[in-house]
T-cell receptor
């Protein structure tokens, strides 16, 4: 059973470009969570999605950031018009229906904005 | 709003010594997670603590949960260099299906 997969693992963007980060949850998992980790910091919750639904986006910046988890395909975190402050590691986690099971984290995408 | 505080944030210790990392949280919760992160890597789940008084052990690490005190501890026994990493506690927000992380404890074990 493959784990949570994220791609790309490293992404470099110039200021003003768009960044698109992908997350494929573990097989059988229908819940996806996105977290951001700034250098030397803990993980900050961004958004929680189920298939075709955003359940909680209270941690998402109001502008430039969006997330989706379509019926088919991976979850995507999109950052438009990136700025240097968006440079961080973005982790995706997945869970099955039961939230007792710990979230399984993907390897992360390290975004660098130049 | 649930807040999670870890201390210390940085710990340098000699091999063979014992030490404890503390995790306090601000509101009611009965699910607490401990993770390990190596530099540049993702998070590895260490323990899930689901009830008051829960204690779990794996090798030289032991985690416990006191929901009344809103406190979890991660105890390291006879530390070895391989345990050098950042350790995060994370607490599930009761009634809100997301987990909130502490800032992490960077553990550096000197040979």
């Amino acid at each position: 059973n493959a784990g949570v997969m994220q791609n790309p693992r490293h992404l470099v963007r110039r200021r003003g470009q768009e960044a698109r980060l992908r997350c494929s949850p573990m097989k059988g998992h229908s819940h996806v969570y996105w977290y951001r980790q700034l250098p030397e910091e803990g993980l900050k919750f961004m958004v929680y999605l189920q298939k075709e639904n955003i359940i909680d986006e209270s941690g998402m910046p109001k502008e430039r950031f969006s997330a989706e988890f379509p019926k088919e395909g991976p979850s995507i975190l999109r950052i438009q018009q990136v700025v240097r402050g968006d440079s961080a590691a973005y982790f995706c986690a997945s869970s099955p229906v039961s939230s007792i099971t710990p979230r399984y984290f993907g390897p992360g995408t390290r975004l660098t904005v130049t | 709003e649930l807040k999670v505080e870890q201390n210390p944030l940085f710990l340098s210790m000699q091999e063979g010594k014992n030490y404890t990392i503390y995790c306090n949280y601000s509101t009611t919760s009965d699910r607490l997670y401990w993770y390990r992160q190596d530099p540049g890597k993702s998070l590895e789940s260490l323990f899930v603590l689901l009830s008051n008084g829960a204690v779990k052990q794996e090798g030289r690490l032991m985690a416990s949960l006191d929901t009344k005190a809103r406190l979890s501890t991660l105890h390291i026994t006879a530390a070895v260099h391989d345990l050098s990493a950042t350790y995060f506690c994370a607490v599930e927000d009761a009634g809100d299906d997301k987990i909130i992380f502490g800032k992490g404890t960077r553990l550096h074990i000197l040979p």
